[in-house]
T-cell receptor, first 115, second 111 residues
Framework: AQSVTQLGSHVSVSEGALVLLRCNYS??????LFWYVQYPNQGLQLLLKYTTGATLVKGINGFEAEFKKSETSFHLTKPSAHMSDAAEYFCAVSDASGNNRKLIWGLGTSLAVNP | DAGVIQSPRHEVTEMGQEVTLRCKPI?????LFWYRQTMMRGLELLIYFNNNVPIDDSGMPEDRFSAKMPNASFSTLKIQPSEPRDSAVYFCASRSGHEQFFGPGTRLTVL
């Protein structure tokens, strides 16, 4: 069975500081990995995804994540936080074999950006 | 494309009433997902469809919940009778390739 753990339900950073949101997964098959962002009172939207190929993945709004198989991690980073980055961030994993179309979701990390 | 469309955006009802939530997926997407989001339980998958056929409804909390997808452009999630613990934001998402596209959600309040 697949699972996702997001370390830290709340993260607070200062504007301009590094953003690091942690995600670890477990999967018995090669995973596809995703980060979604949810702004207040909105639905989720895709930030970035890893399927195959390069393990460092770049997404929208300056975010990137690195797939580390040995660490079963897919941490999300951004070099310099902006006030507009304040949102809820969700990590998710799916089955790369294609047999299971569901996404398994983490519980989310709420990011606060302080001026 | 207008994206995934959900209606209503807000619903306030009284316990015991029937509630119907509606979703129009993005044209051409062959998977449709219904989620429920609460502070206590986070994001929960309720049911998903492939080509209008329900594939996995193991997340549907109980028999009071039902979902249908009569055609590729429309799906409903019905709660009958509704209870206060059903209060949540309900999201519909449709899928293209590996990405799920979410609607804006329906905020349901059951008094």
């Amino acid at each position: 069975a697949q699972s996702v753990t997001q370390l830290g339900s709340h993260v607070s950073v200062s504007e301009g500081a590094l953003v690091l949101l942690r995600c670890n997964y477990s999967s018995s098959v090669p995973p596809y990995l995703f980060w979604y962002v949810q702004y207040p009172n909105q639905g989720l939207q895709l930030l970035l995804k890893y399927t195959t190929g390069a393990t460092l993945v770049k997404g929208i709004n300056g975010f990137e994540a690195e797939f580390k198989k040995s660490e079963t991690s897919f941490h999300l980073t951004k070099p310099s936080a902006h006030m507009s980055d304040a949102a809820e961030y969700f990590c998710a994993v799916s089955d790369a074999s294609g047999n299971n179309r569901k996404l398994i979701w983490g519980l989310g990390t709420s990011l606060a950006v302080n001026p | 494309d207008a994206g995934v469309i959900q209606s209503p955006r807000h619903e306030v009802t009284e316990m015991g009433q029937e509630v119907t939530l509606r979703c129009k997926p993005i044209s051409g997407h062959d998977y449709l997902f219904w989620y429920r989001q609460t502070m206590m339980r986070g994001l929960e998958l309720l049911i998903y469809f492939n080509n209008n056929v329900p594939i996995d409804d193991s997340g549907m909390p109980e028999d009071r919940f039902s979902a249908k997808m009569p055609n590729a452009s429309f799906s409903t999630l019905k709660i009958q009778p509704s209870e206060p613990r059903d209060s949540a934001v309900y999201f519909c998402a449709s899928r293209s390739g590996h990405e799920q596209f979410f609607g804006p959600g329906t905020r349901l309040t059951v008094l």
